[in-house]
């Protein structure tokens, strides 16, 4: 039987119980490799207990992604149990929209927190592990940051999502710099999902559209229209690419953005 190509690869995902985190948990694990989950919920929580069933070779860790003390008892855990990290998928955050003059400085604050603040904790706190671990494999071990379409064009009403998920496209970079001119074996790059199916959306929308007066399926109807694709993606879209990033197939990348938007930035 041939080798899966993540098999004995060890992967943490930070909000990997729904949407797209949970996809890529499945991906990464579906091609072999042990996943340790990671979001809010008490270990004994259903979703928490359901996930477990559904991925194989799964583990969970209660870790608030914005806490860097649950951060460095992660690294203590996985130290402990497995001594190395081969894959981190830096992909919590959440989404903020609305007219600069209505958004409150502690609103933009806390966006900050959850999209760009989780990067640098994981990556700082991790960076040992993956080195550790990227030692021991032909082309390093392999950082994943989610950013976002929203990342790399502006658009109207979402300057604050588009701040936090620029400054995690170009943090990629920098860190895949400074790693590479270090000699540090960690490949880092970024992914530009363009509009997916997940809680997230679906409550994004529901609170831009109470603000316009529309309902939120005629947002989500409306965004699929202007994808090339005419469809939003399924969060398994996304995960694949991770898995293929996370995995040697992907040697000789590093600092790159991956897009993976139905065309919605090709015009
Ligand atoms: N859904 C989209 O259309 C879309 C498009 C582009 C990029 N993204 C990005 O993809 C990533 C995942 O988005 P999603 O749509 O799957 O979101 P989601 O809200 O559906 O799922 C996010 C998960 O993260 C967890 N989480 C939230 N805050 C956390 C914290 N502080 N610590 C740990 N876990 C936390 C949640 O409990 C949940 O399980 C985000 O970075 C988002 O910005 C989403």
Request: charged residues 20%; proline residues 3%.
């Amino acid at each position: 039987m041939s080798q899966k190509r993540l098999e004995g690869r060890i992967a943490l995902v930070s909000g990997g119980l729904r949407g797209i985190g949970r996809a890529i948990s499945e991906c990464l694990a579906s091609d072999g490799a042990k996943v340790i989950v990671t979001d809010l919920d008490d270990s004994e929580a259903p979703d928490v207990v359901a996930a477990l069933k559904a991925i194989e070779n799964t583990s969970y860790i209660k870790l608030d992604a914005t806490q860097e003390d649950q951060w460095i008892t992660a690294r203590e855990i996985i130290q402990k149990d497995y001594g190395h990290l081969d894959i981190l998928v830096n992909n919590v955050g959440a989404d903020l929209t609305g007219k600069v003059q209505d958004i409150a400085l502690a609103d933009w604050r806390r966006l900050m927190t959850l999209n760009v603040d989780t990067v640098f904790l994981g990556t700082k706190t991790f960076q040992p592990l993956l080195a550790k671990g990227g030692a021991t494999t032909p082309y390093g071990s392999s950082i994943i940051n989610i950013s976002s379409i929203m990342g790399l064009v502006g658009m109207s009403d979402v300057s604050a999502y588009n701040a936090s998920k620029g400054a995690v496209r170009l943090f990629t970079k920098s860190n895949a710099l400074e790693f590479a001119d270090a000699g540090v074996p960690i490949r880092v790059n970024s992914v530009h999902p363009g509009f997916v199916e997940t809680p997230l959306l679906h409550k994004g929308m529901e609170r831009w559209a109470a603000r316009e007066g529309t309902t939120a399926q005629s947002l989500i109807d409306a965004m699929a229209q202007t994808t090339p694709f005419k469809r939003l993606a399924q969060p398994v879209e996304i995960g694949k690419v991770v898995a293929f990033l996370a995995s040697d197939d992907a040697s000789y990348m590093t600092g790159s953005e991956v897009v993976v938007d139905g065309g919605w930035t090709a015009r």
